[in-house]
């Protein structure tokens, strides 16, 4: 395990994430002109999935080294922790973004989507100019994305109660009845002291040794449990995302959307760490306010 170079990974992941959306955006303004091809909006959105997916194949190789400690990254503010599912955002976050982006607009379409009218394959509704064909690719993918996640938050929830019930639990007791033995024959040695006077010795190791062998064993397992856990759920993530990307949206509605997961990512995690900073500005006034004893 080596928490350094996953950290040092991450900080390189955000800084091509500040590049990309940089590049995404010069891209957007582009298409807005008309000065960018849709085969140009299509190589930008390669480079960008590209960029998920070498950060994925990154992750899954430190992630077999030690699972954990990418469910509650400490290089990640505590409210980027609280956020995160299976170590990153949830897949069906990107298409309810998705929607978010389609909603201003959309509303005016509402009622011929209901009434059957407006299907053709030239209307486009909302600000991205989503068409009914896509709306109904979009939610199909959507309800399949749901399903895949629960599946892989019940896998979770079941690894969580298997460490916790076996073989945990029976070790932590055999453990808990190895020290209290451990305990009785050194109080009987110090008792029946030997011939010369001295006090007896509890051999070194006592029998703790099987023990915390069975317990290592148990924790990388649960370890190897996660780091598989996080490797599937970033291939549905990536899977989502590159679904709505290349096969569902148009070059230029794909970009959009990347522009806007980027912006989000990248804000929240802005967000929190100001606060975190503003946060720690404060303790310590507070600290010493209290240990003075000032009055308020």
Same mark, same amino acid.
């Given at each position: 395990m080596d928490l350094a170079r996953y950290a040092a990974c991450h900080r390189q992941w955000i800084a091509g994430q500040e590049v990309g959306l940089a590049e995404l955006v010069a891209a957007a303004a582009s298409a807005a002109a008309g000065r960018t091809t849709d085969e140009e909006?299509?190589?930008?959105?390669?480079?960008?999935?590209?960029?998920?997916?070498?950060?994925?194949?990154?992750?899954?190789a430190m992630a077999r080294e030690d699972g954990a400690a990418f469910f509650a990254p400490p290089w990640c503010t505590a409210f980027e922790n609280?956020?995160?599912w299976l170590g990153g955002c949830r897949p069906s976050l990107t298409v309810r973004l998705l929607y978010s982006l389609c909603g201003e607009g959309l509303e005016a379409h509402i *009622?011929? &989507? #209901?009434?059957?009218?407006?299907?053709?394959?030239?209307?486009?509704?909302?600000?991205?100019?989503?068409?009914p064909a896509q709306l109904d690719q979009i939610n199909d993918l959507h309800h399949r994305t749901l399903r895949e996640e629960g599946l892989l938050t019940d896998r979770l929830a079941t690894l969580q109660e298997d460490i916790?019930?076996?073989?945990?639990?029976?070790?932590?007791?055999?453990r808990e009845r190895a020290a209290a033995a451990a305990a009785a024959a050194l109080?009987?040695?110090?008792?029946?002291?030997?011939?010369?006077?001295?006090?007896?010795r509890l051999e070194a190791g006592g029998s703790f040794g099987g023990v915390d062998a069975e317990v290592d064993a148990a924790m990388e397992s649960y370890r190897a449990g996660l780091?598989?856990?996080?490797?599937?759920?970033?291939?549905?993530?990536?899977?989502?995302?590159?679904?709505?990307?290349?096969?569902?949206?148009?070059?230029?509605?794909?970009? *959009?959307? &990347? #522009?806007a997961g980027k912006q989000l990512h990248l804000s929240v995690r802005d967000w929190s760490r100001r606060q975190q900073r503003e946060q720690n500005a404060r303790l310590p006034r507070a600290s010493t306010s209290t240990s003075s004893g000032a009055n308020p």
């Amino acid at each position: 395990m080596d928490l350094a170079r996953y950290a040092a990974c991450h900080r390189q992941w955000i800084a091509g994430q500040e590049v990309g959306l940089a590049e995404l955006v010069a891209a957007a303004a582009s298409a807005a002109a008309g000065r960018t091809t849709d085969e140009e909006l299509s190589a930008v959105v390669e480079r960008c999935m590209r960029g998920y997916e070498e950060y994925a194949t990154s992750r899954r190789a430190m992630a077999r080294e030690d699972g954990a400690a990418f469910f509650a990254p400490p290089w990640c503010t505590a409210f980027e922790n609280a956020v995160l599912w299976l170590g990153g955002c949830r897949p069906s976050l990107t298409v309810r973004l998705l929607y978010s982006l389609c909603g201003e607009g959309l509303e005016a379409h509402i *009622e011929e &989507l #209901v009434g059957g009218r407006g299907r053709g394959e030239g209307t486009g509704m909302g600000l991205l100019g989503i068409k009914p064909a896509q709306l109904d690719q979009i939610n199909d993918l959507h309800h399949r994305t749901l399903r895949e996640e629960g599946l892989l938050t019940d896998r979770l929830a079941t690894l969580q109660e298997d460490i916790a019930d076996r073989p945990l639990l029976p070790i932590v007791r055999e453990r808990e009845r190895a020290a209290a033995a451990a305990a009785a024959a050194l109080a009987a040695r110090h008792v029946g002291a030997n011939s010369n006077g001295l006090p007896g010795r509890l051999e070194a190791g006592g029998s703790f040794g099987g023990v915390d062998a069975e317990v290592d064993a148990a924790m990388e397992s649960y370890r190897a449990g996660l780091a598989k856990l996080l490797e599937e759920a970033d291939e549905l993530r990536l899977s989502t995302a590159r679904a709505l990307a290349t096969q569902i949206l148009t070059p230029r509605q794909a970009v *959009e959307m &990347l #522009v806007a997961g980027k912006q989000l990512h990248l804000s929240v995690r802005d967000w929190s760490r100001r606060q975190q900073r503003e946060q720690n500005a404060r303790l310590p006034r507070a600290s010493t306010s209290t240990s003075s004893g000032a009055n308020p």
